[in-house]
């Protein structure tokens, strides 16, 4: 048996990792209505001025502002109105001294008015307008091109897609920008006990998890799952399919990498990849492994919960920066401890919590029970140098959200 | 023209909308590959136990723990090895007094063993095996049931599912599962200005923004948005519209409830249904309306910053709860306030920011600028009762996340 003779910590770990993995420079044009939490691949530059004219920000009368000096609440300006102008409406109206134009909010402004009265402050009398209050020019008028001028760049390569972003796009007159495509990660749980949920179940064998909960992971973390066949523990058809998974942007496995007679799986990749790290002090997690040959290779243990913990602490911070996502914003509390929790010095440990009024209670139920990850509501971290959380300790919570 | 007569405070308009959408009880079954984010429509009780039969926890030997009894480092017990059993392999293999089985990690346990001394504490000459070490019953064991027990109710009916929910899922052996449908939102912007984004836009007409981050929010919140036709300002097209997205769960509209001449919408929608509130003391977002027919219709702003802003404020609570989805849990964080602002008494403002150094900057720019919005890092809320933010206050930013 090999023993795990180089362990390291989980910062390093996760360093070699972001080192080593790239962002994917492909991309794919995707429609408008496609594009949310979508990374643009292109600057943008606006076609257009946004207002593409200067138009009404209220109802009421376009105006010259300077036919409107001097008028009061008892000294009212008289305007003859010259027409009306809609929303969406386009009329070849030209006001002149002593005119105005009937306009509502957002319509174009006609061509020698500068100001907006409101239609509060008038009074119309069969086209002759009482105007009772002044108002300098640009007056309740947003200005052609006051929000985006043309040409001007309004983002940059990279960006991540929020609503308001394809909000602006839209503004723009914009329908179908370039994204980067998704990183395609290959995943391939390894094991000839791993039977496929809905399949019956033959003695010795279990349901498959990690499938599962990669696909998630990978789904919440911008990135497109490709399932394998399971992987079978021989040699031949771990090369196999490494050899098949090459094609993809990410490899991850799962299982196989427990030290035992029976690990082929890292003799295998090491013929096709170089191994950075192969245990890390963590818990749970120590048996993950790290390789690169012509793709980036991550091993994850095939215990399910481990998995899982692997998947968020490894696989998500990979998978965003491949995707160019920004990092997860995950929202944390202040909560105080349960109880006594004993950790072990020299490995950074992951330890799951259920929240009450404020208390962090352990979810543990037993080591590798999906039940005790499933009715969780986060996790606290007790960094390699403590041993000991004390009773009543505050404790951050990193909460699962999604 | 008709003046906002009963401005109602936010918290009341937001409590009249949540009181008056309904959740969604249709359901469909899915895929676990599909099921990701999506909510249990049944309670989920195990088919099986998991692990399904009692396994070993390490590498070593199964044994019955009392031939272990009284084993040490310079007095081993000896033990006659009977066969190998490995991960996922069934031998109807029975231990008796004496012997013992190789068991690799995960393999099921046989007939007769009761504890497994792990590798290490063993030596094996041709088959008789030296036990360094006593055990007790149990030892290295994952019990048959452990973590889920056969017939034991695991979700209940309403459980939002997250990759470690889908993973217990899984174990159980489930690939089916009946899900809440999403709930489908009519989207339907009004205004004879509109032009879709890629079209060429004439004089005195704008691109249409709102379709697509009202459809944005709806996606982010679980839901189906469903893109209505320009809605035109004439009561026949409002009402065949409206009549048409009565079948779905939620309507949307936006645009067209500005108080004026022109203002047709709340007419129509008056003869179809009860109108809730019409104009709320916010800030943006004040001419927002809301009625209940057959289904509950929400009136937007046209403004594309009131109407995104309301997206956030009013639409998404409410489709969450209609998806009967955890609520949104917004990051937040503290800042102090860059300079000044003065906000309107009696009105409850959301105030686009951006952040910087712990620095919280108006990301205002003008009026329904799309840029000042798609530029923010989030916002902070100003209550009804406070007109001035001072510079240096601290304030708390709801960061747009996602």
């Not at 990279?158 to 007159?173: F, H, N, R």
Request: proline fraction near 7%.
């Amino acid at each position: 048996m090999r023993p795990f003779t180089n362990l390291i910590p989980y910062e390093e770990a996760l360093k070699i990792l972001l080192d080593n993995v790239k962002p994917v420079e492909r991309w794919e044009k995707v429609s408008l209505e496609d594009a949310l939490h979508r990374v643009l691949a292109e600057d943008i530059i606006s076609p257009i001025n946004v207002p593409p004219f200067s138009r009404a920000a209220e109802d009421g009368y376009a105006v010259r502002a300077e036919d409107t000096y001097g008028a009061g609440q008892y000294s009212p300006r008289e305007l003859q109105s010259i027409g009306e102008i809609n929303t969406g409406e386009y009329k070849p109206l030209k006001i002149k001294k002593g005119e105005c134009v009937r306009i509502a909010t957002g319509a174009m402004l006609p061509e020698g008015a500068d100001a907006v009265v409101r239609a509060e402050d008038t009074e119309d009398n069969e086209g002759m307008v009482k105007i009772y209050r002044p108002v300098h020019p640009g007056f309740d008028v947003a200005p052609v091109g006051e929000d985006i001028k043309k040409g001007e760049k309004i983002f940059t390569k990279g960006t991540y897609l929020t609503p308001s972003k394809i909000g602006a796009l839209a503004a723009m007159g914009i329908i179908e920008i370039k994204v980067y495509e998704k990183p395609k990660v290959a995943v391939l749980p390894s094991g000839d006990e791993l039977v496929k949920p809905g399949d019956s179940l033959p003695p010795g064998k279990i349901y498959d998890v990690n499938t599962y909960t990669i696909a998630s992971v990978i789904r919440e973390n911008g990135g497109v799952p490709v399932i394998f066949p399971y992987v079978m523990d021989s040699p031949a058809d771990i090369e196999e399919k490494l050899l098949k998974a090459m094609k993809y942007d990410l490899i991850v496995f799962s299982g196989g990498s427990s030290v035992g007679d029976r690990d082929l799986l890292i003799d295998v990749v090491s013929k096709h990849a170089k191994i950075l790290f192969h245990g890390v002090q963590i818990k749970p997690g120590k048996p993950t492994w790290c390789a690169v040959g012509k793709r980036m290779i991550l091993g994850m243990p095939g215990f399910p919960t481990s998995c899982l913990s692997d998947s968020y602490q490894f696989l998500a911070p990979a998978l965003r920066k491949m995707a160019k996502l920004p990092p997860k914003d995950r929202k944390t509390i202040k909560a105080r401890m349960s109880r006594r929790i004993v950790s072990t010095l020299g490995r950074t440990q992951f330890f799951t919590v259920r929240i009450k009024d404020n208390v962090a209670y352990p979810a543990y139920k037993t080591s590798g029970a999906i039940t005790s990850m499933a009715n969780s509501d986060g996790y606290i971290i007790i960094p390699h140098n403590v041993d000991i959380v004390e009773r009543n300790e505050e404790v951050t919570v990193y909460l699962w959200g999604d």
